[in-house]
């Protein structure tokens, strides 16, 4: 029965007991802020870290929270206070000292104070987060407030980057790079720990480093007015090679600095600030500097100068456009130069006054018999120089610039320029190769050859009237083929071969018709022979080399001759084999490009000589005549009709030469129509086999010179003509631009044409029909 009224009746609940004494907000804050005061004092070792983090806990968990916070932000500001007023403020620099070390080691002192506290701050910081860390997971967050690490930051900001202390931290600052900029050695490990502080605090309105806002500008706004300075004053005191030097260094040391104690956010924005005041003010004046510029460093082949200039002007917009300009200009002098030293007088031009006059200033030395062989020297001097000038530039180009291929082409552009400034370049080019090519003229290897061709080729490349060259080597390439004095056909063949790979096979089409000539004149004359074998033979022995005239330079053709008899039966021999083979062909004979084997009875022995057909032609006149007998002048021009201009040079090449075959009366290097000649039967000469010769490569004389550009003002004619009906044909209608620029375009691999010649060419073509113009007078169509 008892039992059952236990179980009726509902037991009582007793609250639980309390475990310890009352919650004292006021105690428990004293006690912790003597604690943290301690912890700021340094004798943390002493206090029990659960214990306070069990203070900590309970003013938030109570709801004091915000006493807590503001208690433990008070006590960090009256810490930071005292540090100031304790380590800071007293080792403030006096100012008065002029000595540069005594600034520095004064500015020195004040970074590592300021270091110091830092160092004292960020410890005891440290241990109150760890303390606290209960109030930063739970209060801060509620209360929308910084945690206490980066509520400590913010108060070191308040109460330590401040004026006056902030002013004179960034005033040390300055000071010691400024020292070092003027060379002597600071402690950088001090400006680098009050870097580091600075680059670790914020500003709290917008986020960036103390250092971005305070300090950075200050070293950009002192390095501005430093480097300024210093680019005028090294320009005073240095020349240019010495001037880059410095700059160079300059930068180095500064991307030391930025380093090692400076943010590398300042490299960027202090890099620019020395661009704009060491290097671009100073581009023109480096370049144009005397005995020291840019000309003074390509001649003495300063290749570590020339590439410290070409790396301090690409850091900068206009520093490589500069260069590229003063590469043009210095390589266009040079080569005006070289143009003005090859711009010679023809002998043939040049009076006998100045000729005179110019000998008196030498050693008297004697008219030379052949004046062309001296210009010819002059014009392989100008090729040469060109090579040399080339090889120098391109050695400069990969040593110092890199390999820079906008200085590459800007270097082209100059080489172009004066190289077509000389209107003889194609002719010189053209006698520099023949040179070269001809056998035995300078005992070269076959590499060497190669490459010295080669070399030749990259100038001509530079030529824009590539037609001009084209006709100075097709008679210079024929003269080597008919006298034999190529180095070899493999030599020749590669040569048109390079030709050929520069500038096509229209090009080179007719200069390899005239070796396929040589090749079948061969085999005629082969067939020839053993013709002569079944027959009776003519008593002179020829070899004939046939010509097809559309191949070869036909500007021979008008040198007439008049033949001996015995001569005229051996080229009728020949011509009656050739026609009886060859049907529709008519043969034209060119004495002015034959030579002749002689043999010659004088006094004391006979010679054989080596002359040419007219100079032949000429000493058989002398064959039957008694000795003493002459002819005058006018007497050889009749009988054998050869031109005034050949016959004068075959006369003096006999009469006035090394070799004086014939006598001149009056004796002289000159022959004039009023002088005879007779028969040397007293010459003499220790060699048995004697070359006569007359036809050399020689540069043009002016006549000779005003000839070729006709023709070749001619053939343009044709080509331009040419090539607006092909396009013409294939388009039928196009507008006047158009159809000039596609001209300019097509034979530009040939020569530059003139748009005011195409014009002219355009209306001779509507006048003959072929292209008519439309009534808007602005484009043509093609009449088929």
Not at 219 to 239: A, I, P, Q
Not at 583 to 604: E, I, K, Y
Not at 637 to 657: F, M, V, Y
């Amino acid at each position: 029965m008892a039992a059952a009224a236990r179980r009726g009746i509902k037991p009582k609940i007793k609250p639980p007991r309390k475990l310890g004494p009352e919650f004292s907000a006021e105690d428990t804050w004293a006690k912790l802020s003597r604690n943290i005061v301690e912890i700021q004092n340094h004798n943390a070792a002493n206090l029990s870290y659960e214990e306070n983090h069990r203070f900590a806990y309970n003013m938030v968990l109570y709801k004091h929270g915000e006493t807590l916070y503001k208690g433990t932000c008070q006590l960090i500001a009256n810490h930071l206070d005292k540090l100031a007023s304790e380590e800071i403020i007293p080792v403030f620099p006096a100012g008065s000292s002029d000595d540069p070390v005594q600034r520095s080691q004064a500015g020195e002192t004040l970074l590592k104070a300021l270091r110091k506290v830092w160092d004292d701050h960020i410890s005891s910081l440290s241990k109150l987060r760890d303390v606290l860390a209960y109030m930063d997971r739970v209060y801060t967050k509620t209360a929308n407030v910084p945690e206490i690490w980066d509520a400590g930051l913010q108060l070191f900001v308040k109460h330590i980057i401040k004026p006056p202390i902030e002013d004179h931290v960034i005033s040390a600052a300055l000071t010691q790079i400024q020292t070092e900029r003027d060379g002597y050695v600071i402690n950088r490990s001090a400006v680098k720990g009050c870097v580091d502080v600075l680059l670790q605090l914020h500003d709290p309105h917008d986020d960036s480093t103390i250092y971005k806002r305070d300090l950075e500008p200050a070293v950009l706004r002192e390095s501005e007015m430093f480097y300024k300075l210093e680019g005028e004053r090294l320009l005073e005191t240095c020349d240019a090679p010495e001037f880059l030097r410095r700059i160079e260094e300059r930068f180095t040391q500064e991307d030391s600095r930025v380093h090692h104690f400076l943010s590398s956010s300042t490299a960027a924005p202090l890099r620019r600030i020395m661009e704009e005041n060491l290097i671009s003010p100073h581009l023109s004046t480096i370049i144009s500097m005397p005995n020291s510029g840019l000309d003074v460093m390509i001649d003495l082949d300063k290749f570590d100068d020339l590439s410290r200039l070409y790396s301090l002007f690409i850091m900068v917009p206009a520093g490589l456009p500069s260069l590229k300009k003063a590469l043009r200009e210095t390589i266009v002098r040079r080569g005006k130069d070289i143009n003005a030293s090859g711009d010679i007088a023809d002998a043939e031009d040049m009076p006998e006054e100045e000729f005179e006059a110019n000998r008196a200033k030498g050693k008297a030395k004697a008219r030379p018999t052949n004046t062309g062989s001296q210009t010819l020297q002059l014009a392989l001097k100008w090729v040469q120089d060109v090579l040399d000038l080339k090889d120098k530039f391109d050695q400069l180009w990969s040593r110092s610039f890199r390999s820079d291929r906008e200085l590459e082409s800007s270097m082209n552009e100059a080489f172009e320029t004066f190289i077509n400034l000389n209107e003889k370049s194609p002719e010189f080019i053209s006698l520099s190769i023949d040179d070269n090519l001809k056998r035995g003229l300078k005992g070269k290897s076959d590499a060497e050859m190669d490459t010295i061709l080669d070399k030749t080729i990259t100038v001509f490349r530079y030529v824009t009237d590539k037609d001009v060259f084209e006709r100075y080597y097709k008679g210079h390439l024929a003269k080597r083929l008919l006298l034999g004095r190529s180095v070899s056909d493999d030599a020749e063949r590669g040569m048109l071969a390079k030709l050929k790979v520069e500038c096509g096979y229209q090009f080179t089409q007719k200069l390899e018709g005239m070796f396929h000539d040589m090749k079948i004149s061969a085999d005629t004359m082969q067939a020839y022979r053993a013709h002569l074998a079944k027959t009776t033979a003519p008593d002179v022995e020829i070899s004939v080399t046939v010509m097809t005239s559309t191949f070869w330079p036909m500007s021979h053709s008008a040198a007439t001759c008049t033949f001996p008899e015995m001569l005229i039966k051996a080229s009728k021999s020949f011509e009656q084999f050739y026609l009886s083979r060859h049907s529709g062909r008519r043969l034209t004979w060119q004495p002015s490009l034959g030579n002749a084997d002689v043999r010659v009875s004088f006094n004391s022995r006979k010679h054989d000589l080596n002359v040419s057909t007219f100079a032949l032609v000429i000493l058989l006149l002398f064959e039957d005549m008694p000795d003493g007998e002459f002819l005058t002048y006018e007497e050889i021009k009749a009988a054998t009709s050869i031109p005034d201009g050949e016959l004068q040079r075959n006369l003096q090449s006999l009469a006035c030469a090394k070799y004086k075959v014939l006598k001149k009366h009056p004796p002289g290097r000159d022959v004039n129509p009023t002088d005879s000649f007779s028969f040397n039967a007293d010459f003499s000469a220790p060699l048995q086999k004697i070359k006569i010769s007359t036809i050399a490569s020689r540069v043009e004389n002016n006549d000779e010179r005003k000839e070729t550009k006709d023709r070749i003002d001619e053939e343009r004619r044709h080509q331009t003509e040419a090539c607006i009906v092909r396009i013409m044909k294939d388009r039928k209608h196009m507008t006047h631009n158009d159809l000039i620029n596609e001209v300019t375009r097509q034979l530009a691999s040939r020569f530059q044409p003139d748009p005011l010649n195409i014009k002219k060419r355009i209306e001779g073509l509507i006048d003959r029909e072929y292209l008519e113009r439309c009534p808007d007078r602005k484009s043509y169509n093609y009449l088929a």
